[in-house]
């Protein structure tokens, strides 16, 4: 069983969206890859006994899969390198991802290697992970930093290479390393301690408390219309060009759609390479 085959289960079950970025200059380089998680699924949603077979929406060499071989693709999709020992991934819960699923527990193992660490959180995302863990409540083996990343939908940048473990007396031991980074482009002011309360506030509480501070606006908008007419016409016009303006808002907060722009810069060049790079510069 392939990389690709672990791979196209994880696309066929829609549990991730997945999209290669290659070299600019070198377009058969796949430098990094980003990754949309979408949902994991659990063994009850899978609908059947683990060990039955499901087929691939479309012709694969391998046609079927099961439940067992679903877990071991969130571990073995990832671990494509290119020849030249630079690709990382980009993770991000998808905003179709439902934050109150229920979680798997072996996803955890998953995590562990490719999910972050809180070292690499700016210093008011961590202000934002304190409040989080503060007024939420603690679930079972999973820790508040997956519960986190999945509430506030955070991305970050994973790479893995090859290590080689030397001990005295024992044969050198080869082993996976990874390392973890945050994305520099992230825009800091959606996840803060204000909007971490706001998010955990019950929805129809908290849409309430929009509606009336959009009431409240709209109504200071009508006074203020209404004191500066000098005549009835007057009053007329300047209310059809207030309630437009309000009309126009409304239609503007509908546009808005969420995109994240994944440039080719730094942010996906491995450390280790950039310290080569680095070591091999200061040689020359």
């Given at each position: 069983k392939t990389q690709l085959f672990y791979k196209y289960i994880l696309v066929d079950t829609d549990s991730i969206k997945i999209s290669p970025k290659s070299d600019p200059n070198n377009p058969e380089l796949s430098t990094h890859t980003s990754v949309f998680i979408q949902k994991n699924l659990t063994i009850a949603e899978w609908g059947q006994p683990p060990h039955h077979y499901k087929q691939f929406s479309s012709s694969f060499d391998l046609p079927v899969y099961n439940y067992f071989d679903y877990i071991q693709a969130w571990n073995h999709t990832f671990l494509f390198q290119n020849i030249e020992d630079i690709h990382s991934w980009f993770f991000c819960f998808d905003k179709t991802f439902n934050v109150k699923q229920v979680i798997p527990y072996w996803f955890m193992d998953w995590w562990t290697f490719y999910g972050p660490t809180q070292d690499i959180l700016p210093s008011s995302i961590e202000e934002a992970l304190y409040i989080f863990a503060n007024n939420t409540e603690d679930i079972p083996l999973c820790p508040i930093m997956a519960s986190f990343f999945i509430h506030c939908r955070l991305s970050w940048i994973m790479y893995?290479?090859?290590?080689?473990?030397?001990?005295?007396?024992?044969?050198?031991?080869?082993?996976?390393?990874?390392?973890?980074?945050?994305?520099?482009?992230?825009?800091?002011?959606?996840?803060?301690?204000?909007?971490?309360?706001?998010?955990?506030?019950?929805?129809?509480?908290?849409?309430?408390?929009?509606?009336?501070?959009?009431?409240?606006?709209?109504?200071?908008?009508?006074?203020t219309t209404i004191a500066s007419s000098s005549n009835k016409k007057d009053l007329i016009k300047k209310l059809q060009e207030a309630l437009e303006e309000i009309l126009d808002k409304e239609d503007d907060k509908e546009s808005i759609t969420s995109t994240i722009n994944l440039e080719h810069d730094e942010d996906f060049i491995p450390v280790s390479r950039r310290r080569k790079d680095k070591e091999k510069i200061e040689k020359d």
């Open positions: 893995w290479d090859y290590t080689i473990e030397e001990t005295p007396r024992i044969l050198p031991i080869l082993h996976r390393q990874s390392w973890t980074k945050w994305w520099n482009k992230y825009d800091l002011s959606k996840c803060t301690p204000v909007t971490i309360l706001q998010s955990l506030k019950p929805k129809s509480l908290k849409s309430q408390t929009q509606q009336d501070q959009y009431c409240t606006l709209t109504k200071s908008q009508i006074q």
